[in-house]
Nanobody, 129 residues
């Protein structure tokens, strides 16, 4: 019914870049443009934290302070895909990265875990020093 699949994770040296993708599929996401999307991450022993979010039509974005200026979130509603471009990666960016989606007709940015009903399985990002 609803599936979010992350890809693009891997091992990279500090200072490097990765681009994560979150592809939506299933009947639930037939009209993907009504869904706000966010990226979260969870490092070992830590709680899942907000990274970035984008409104349903992509004109509003928000970032955690820790990634502001280094990460960029974008989306292609025709492809039902949301991207997270990560530049100048640091070892502290190492985590499992999750995308999440929730239907929102008001074009808001959703920045809290509890805002989202749909989650992917995550993709591992490891940044070596």
């Amino acid at each position: 019914q609803a599936q979010l699949v992350e890809s693009g994770g891997g091992l990279v040296q500090a200072g490097g870049s990765l681009r994560l993708s979150c592809a939506a599929s299933g009947r639930t996401f037939t009209i993907f443009s009504v869904y706000a999307v966010g990226w979260f991450r969870q490092a070992p022993g830590r709680e899942r934290e907000f990274v970035a979010a984008i409104s349903r039509i992509g004109d509003n974005t928000n970032y955690a302070d820790s990634v502001k200026g280094r990460f960029t979130i974008s989306r292609d509603n025709a492809l039902k895909t949301v991207y997270l471009q990560m530049n100048s990666l640091k070892p502290e960016d190492t985590a499992v990265y999750y995308c999440a989606a929730d239907r929102d007709f008001s074009n808001r940015i959703l920045a809290y875990r509890d805002d989202y009903d749909y989650w992917g399985q995550g993709t591992q990002v490891t940044v070596s020093s």
